[in-house]
């Protein structure tokens, strides 16, 4: 037993030192879960020609603000400056965030940033799509919540970016290593 016991404390202490993994990793799934939801989602309020990168459609109004859009006829021209600023920021974000911790630079500030966007998302999911339903609970039964459950992955993901990083493929290290 004791043997078996060195054993296993001898392979948790390598994996100890595999400081790279977990970043990288995470980095990993990001990319293979989220990039390219993020990348389409955002292809989808852009306006037609290159003009659509500051002349959003109608489409991204209903998705960032249903409730408001509805209150002004689906006439994305009688909304504010406000709401076409958050509907820029949010258009932009959802291709400039993904891919820095794609690339893996300015990673921990992209991912703070996401974790915002995310609640973000959720809260307007729930407030301005009424998506309750999907809602979920936590320590239930059920694992496929795409709120709480989903986002909360994601969320999780994001946050070990924030606190160790892109990992050492990844231009921060190159970044880095110049100074």
């Given at each position: 037993?004791?043997?078996?016991?060195?054993?296993?404390?001898?392979?948790?202490?390598?994996?100890?030192?595999?400081?790279?993994?977990?970043?990288?990793?995470?980095?990993?799934?990001?990319?293979?879960?989220?990039?390219?939801?993020?990348?389409?989602?955002?292809?989808?309020?852009?306006?037609?020609?290159?003009?659509?990168?500051?002349?959003?459609?109608?489409?991204?109004?209903?998705?960032?603000?249903?409730?408001?859009?509805?209150?002004?006829?689906?006439?994305?021209?009688?909304?504010?400056?406000?709401?076409?600023?958050?509907?820029?920021?949010?258009?932009?974000?959802?291709?400039?965030?993904?891919?820095?911790?794609?690339?893996?630079?300015?990673?921990?500030?992209?991912?703070?940033?996401?974790?915002?966007?995310?609640v973000v998302l959720s809260l307007t999911d729930v407030y301005g799509h009424g998506l309750t339903a999907e809602i979920g609970a936590w320590f239930d039964?059920?694992?496929?919540?795409?709120?709480?459950?989903?986002?909360?992955?994601?969320?999780?993901?994001?946050?070990?970016?924030?606190?160790?990083?892109?990992?050492?493929?990844?231009?921060?290290?190159?970044?880095?290593?110049?100074?």
């Amino acid at each position: 037993m004791t043997a078996l016991l060195s054993l296993y404390s001898a392979l948790t202490a390598r994996l100890e030192k595999a400081d790279w993994l977990i970043p990288t990793l995470a980095r990993l799934l990001f990319a293979a879960i989220l990039l390219v939801y993020l990348l389409n989602s955002g292809l989808t309020k852009l306006g037609p020609g290159i003009s659509g990168l500051w002349t959003p459609s109608t489409g991204a109004y209903a998705q960032i603000w249903p409730r408001a859009l509805e209150a002004a006829g689906y006439d994305s021209d009688a909304m504010s400056w406000f709401h076409y600023a958050v509907v820029i920021a949010g258009t932009w974000g959802e291709f400039i965030l993904p891919t820095l911790i794609a690339i893996g630079l300015f990673t921990r500030l992209a991912a703070l940033g996401m974790i915002g966007f995310v609640v973000v998302l959720s809260l307007t999911d729930v407030y301005g799509h009424g998506l309750t339903a999907e809602i979920g609970a936590w320590f239930d039964r059920f694992p496929d919540a795409i709120i709480l459950d989903q986002r909360a992955l994601w969320v999780f993901l994001l946050v070990v970016m924030v606190i160790k990083g892109a990992g050492p493929l990844s231009f921060d290290r190159a970044l880095k290593s110049r100074q």
